[in-house]
């Protein structure tokens, strides 16, 4: 036990042992009830020296408690974190060998579905992530090499001294001064997205490749363009897939009808989507659906930022992978339950602060947010409400906005 480990330490020098035992038996407080008292004084009565005999005891006892207590936390964290990085070896090896190879015939069963929850491997996440999101687009690696000279055309043109014209572009819709415009966003962009990594600013070892992705992007799609927040996409998709697979799994994702929505704001759509998440708001966290309603905290201040860079700005990295996961399993509603699981997780704080400081918390979430702590509040979120799943509540609401919009309405 404790005594034994103190003692078993190899011959420690006077002053270690000293330290040791200051660390374990409050010392100066002993003393003071221990001590006999000072010959000049009467004797302790027998009955205070056996009380306070006592006393120390107990607190003996109560320290060496402790410090069991505390060895045994450590030992749990030990063997915990032994036991999750055994889990993520065998699952990487489980995902590569077994589910990869049968991709088509095993990614909706319900053992891979668990699996996937649990949070994909690292080292299988890219190839996961890019046959989930899969390639409706039909984009080759071709017609990424194609869209990136003409991006790097383009480039050299707006740096060229200005012999160029307006009226010079063979592409509808894209003016020359557009072009500038968005190229001057991405510049901007990609010095703010992940700067505390350090790889993706100027000079830095992914700074090219980002800035060859939103390029490319906006020559594949001139409808669409560069919307900022999109250098966030790209950038944890570049940190796990190569350049031409992370463009097209990029321009897949952006094609999603809710990203689509979103990053061409279509307002109408944006607002439905807004109301569909009201009603699973209410359903699941009626006192803060409330509490919001009263003090007008609409879910466009937090759930925009959020929508638009899923997550990857506001969540600290390796959580927003594994949210990203989740909704690469599940699809756009899972970015919505994901909002609710992060309302419930700070429901107390939240159910106490005003319109400003719920604003600003939302805007700003705590960054030590630990993604076993959120995913348990993500599990506890329900996608259903009275028997109607998120699917269901979003089309009606699309067919008929003015009437099927109950949270609007009131
Ligand atoms: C893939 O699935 C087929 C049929 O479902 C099965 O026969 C085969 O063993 C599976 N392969 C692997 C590597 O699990
Ligand atoms: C992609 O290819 C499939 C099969 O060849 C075809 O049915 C589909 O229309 C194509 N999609 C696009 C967007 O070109
Ligand atoms: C862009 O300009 C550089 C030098 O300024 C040149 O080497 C490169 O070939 C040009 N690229 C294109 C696609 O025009």
């Known amino acids: 036990g404790w005594g034994q480990q103190k003692a078993a330490g190899d011959s420690p020098s006077p002053r270690q042992s000293v330290r040791k035992n200051l660390e374990f038996e409050p010392l100066s407080t002993t003393a003071l009830i221990l001590e006999h008292r000072p010959a000049n004084l009467p004797a302790k009565p027998a009955e205070e020296a056996e009380k306070h005999q006592q006393q120390y005891e107990e607190m003996v006892a109560q320290a060496k408690k402790r410090e069991l207590r505390e060895a045994q936390k450590r030992k749990k964290q030990l063997e915990d974190r032994v036991k999750q990085e055994e889990n993520i070896g065998n699952a990487a090896l489980t995902w590569s060998q077994e589910i990869l190879p049968n991709w088509t015939t095993m990614c909706s069963s319900k053992r891979v579905k668990e699996l996937w929850w649990q949070g994909v491997p690292p080292s299988v996440r890219g190839r996961v992530w890019s046959l989930a999101i899969g390639n409706d687009l039909n984009i080759t690696h071709e017609l990424y090499d194609i869209c990136l000279a003409r991006a790097k055309e383009r480039w050299n043109a707006s740096s060229a001294p200005s012999t160029t014209t307006d009226t010079d572009t063979g592409d509808a819709g894209s ?9 001057e966003l991405i510049k901007l962009d990609i010095s703010r997205t992940f700067p505390s990594l350090c790889i993706f600013q100027k000079g830095g070892p992914y700074h090219d490749v ?9 020559c594949y799609r001139p409808d669409v363009g560069y919307v900022q927040g999109m250098s966030f996409i790209a950038a944890v998709l570049i940190l796990n897939m190569h350049t031409a697979d992370a463009f097209i799994a990029f321009a897949n994702l952006l094609n999603k009808p809710c990203q ?7 307002h109408s759509l944006m607002l439905t989507y807004f109301a569909a998440f009201e009603v699973f708001f209410e359903e699941n966290l009626p006192k803060l659906f409330a509490h919001f309603k009263s003090n007008n905290l609409t879910p466009d201040i937090y759930l925009i930022d959020w929508i638009f860079t899923l997550y990857s700005k506001s969540l600290p990295l390796d959580v927003a992978c594994r949210v990203w996961d989740v909704f690469c399993r599940d699809g756009e509603e899972f970015l919505f339950r994901t909002a609710l ?5 700070y ?5 106490h602060m005003d319109f400003i400081h719920n604003a600003q918390f939302l805007t700003r979430l705590p960054e030590h947010i630990n993604a076993h702590t959120l995913f348990s509040s993500i599990a506890a979120v329900s996608m259903s409400c009275r028997n109607r799943k998120w699917t269901q509540v979003l089309h009606t609401l699309q067919k008929d906005p003015e009437r099927a919009s109950p949270v609007l309405k009131r």
């Open 341 to 345: 699981g992060i309302l419930r997780l």
């Open 175 to 183: 003016s020359h001064a557009d072009r500038e415009a968005s190229l």
């Open 260 to 266: 689509m929505a979103f990053y061409r704001v279509d």
């Open 347 to 351: 429901e107390d704080v939240l159910t």
């Open 210 to 218: 980002l800035h060859s992705i939103l390029g490319a992007y906006t």
